[in-house]
């Protein structure tokens, strides 16, 4: 408070802190005395409301991803363990919908009838088709258990273990197609 005295806002201080009432009366005359627009609304439909989103939608950049950034093991292991899993889900229920519409033809015997009667390359290249996300979407899948325990978390961990993930994956996938 000295120093509001040796300055001279002491008076000025009491006179604003007292006398709030004034300043809001202020407020309020400039709010009524400057001209209010007019706006025009009009009714839409739900339907006109979404195609005006939609407009909005288009004229908004679009993220930078794929065309700046360098590629890096960890989107790459994330896109590829996306795609792998839902590769593999499409496979169990394409498979199991055939089963259904048509057990006599997808049962155990004429599957491995058929089997047999490929070519030793088409074999290989089936079992590879199949090892190949098998093993990948299962190491992957261990990796990410042990993120959720906390570990492996800093930017070096997570190189370490997605090289992991692909030497596990690759040397899998080779013992899974050829032996």
Same mark, same amino acid.
């Given at each position: ?10 008076? $000025? ?11 809001q ?12 627009r ?18 909005q ?5 679009? $993220? ?25 889900s ?6 199991? %919908?055939?089963? %259904?519409?048509?057990? $006599?033809?997808?049962?155990?015997a004429h599957?491995?009838?058929?089997v ?28 990410h %258990? ?34």
């Amino acid at each position: 408070m000295l120093s509001t005295r040796a300055v001279g806002l002491g008076p $000025s201080l009491r006179q604003a802190a007292f006398r709030p009432a004034r300043a809001q009366a202020l407020k309020s005359v400039i709010r009524t005395s400057i001209g209010k627009r007019a706006i025009q609304t009009e009714r839409l439909k739900p339907s006109d409301a979404v195609d005006i989103l939609n407009k909005q939608r288009l004229k908004r950049p679009s $993220s930078p991803h794929f065309t700046i950034y360098q590629p890096q093991l960890t989107w790459i292991g994330s896109i590829f363990n996306r795609v792998t899993g839902g590769a593999l889900s499409v496979l169990l229920y394409g498979f199991s %919908l055939a089963y %259904l519409f048509a057990p $006599s033809t997808f049962d155990s015997a004429h599957v491995i009838e058929f089997v047999q009667g490929l070519p030793d390359a088409v074999k290989y290249g089936g079992k590879f088709i199949l090892a190949l996300p098998f093993t990948f979407h299962g190491f992957n899948g261990l990796r990410h %258990l042990a993120w959720d325990t906390g570990r492996f978390l800093t930017v070096k961990g997570a190189y370490n273990t997605g090289y992991a993930v692909l030497g596990a994956t690759a040397l899998s996938t080779v013992y899974l197609t050829f032996f």
